[in-house]
């Protein structure tokens, strides 16, 4: 079956600082989403990308769809606390939203 | 206030004995999904339901029972055939599960712990 992967697992960043992090799926995707869940809480909607090569910004968040809608990357730049938390995406095949095991970031102030 | 609400947060319960989590939604969403969420891990479907009265099995959907006899509600039933039930169990739901854009709305969650 599909499977999406996720890396890295954990990403620690130092305040100010950007990184990123990567899905890879099996399979092609119809859609890929990025959920973000802050500790003790739940996954909460950021964004969908749908076209090859798509890219979408949001303030510090910038969102890559792969040109073989096989792989997305999610790019934060100039880290701050409220970035903690755990990034998952998740692909949409055959109308089955697959989760990746997520990226959890933390934040060294 | 519109969301989903699942009840209780936590809940403890004996092995051997089955245990029902609830789900209800007032955003008039068509289709409710249920995942499990394990330490380390992505979220797992456990079944989803696109319409009343009807639901289908996910990728684990083992050890588990759902019914969906109205639009607002989707209760998971954790039974005691499911060999490794503590878990963060996450209710959501979608407008519409056959469209293009079908971002996931998530309830607050319901941990359980097996004793």
């Known amino acids: 079956g599909q499977q999406v992967m996720q890396i890295p697992q954990y990403q620690h960043v130092q305040e100010g600082e950007d990184f990123t992090t990567y899905c890879n799926s099996s399979?092609?995707?119809?859609?890929i989403q990025w959920y973000k869940q802050r500790p003790g809480g739940h996954p909460v909607f950021l964004i969908q990308?749908?076209?090859?090569?798509e890219v979408k910004k949001q303030k510090r968040l910038t969102f890559q769809f792969g040109e073989a809608k096989k792989n997305s990357s999610l790019h934060i730049t100039a880290t701050q606390t409220t970035d903690v938390g755990t990034y998952f995406c998740?692909?949409?095949?055959?109308?089955?939203?697959?989760f990746g095991a997520g990226t959890t970031v933390t934040v060294r102030a | 206030d519109g969301g989903i609400t699942q009840s209780p947060k936590y809940l403890f319960r004996k092995e051997g004995q089955n245990v029902t989590l609830s789900c209800e939604q007032n955003?008039?969403?068509?289709?409710m999904y249920w995942y499990r969420q394990d330490p380390g891990q992505g979220l797992r479907l456990i079944y989803y339901?696109?319409?009343?009265?009807?639901?289908q099995k996910g990728d684990i959907a083992e050890g588990y029972s759902v019914s969906r006899e109205k639009k607002e509600s989707f209760p998971l039933t954790v039974t005691s055939a499911q060999k490794n039930p503590t878990a963060f169990y996450l209710c959501?739901?979608?407008?519409?599960?056959?469209?293009?854009?079908?971002?996931?709305?998530f309830g607050p969650g319901t941990r359980l712990t097996v004793l």
């Open positions: 339901s696109q319409i009343v009265n009807d639901f």
């Open positions: 955003l008039n969403h068509d289709a």
């Open positions: 990308l749908v076209k090859s090569g």
């Open positions: 998740a692909g949409l095949n055959d109308y089955k939203l697959s």
């Open positions: 959501a739901s979608s407008i519409e599960r056959r469209t293009a854009y079908n971002e996931q709305f």
């Open positions: 399979t092609t995707l119809s859609n």
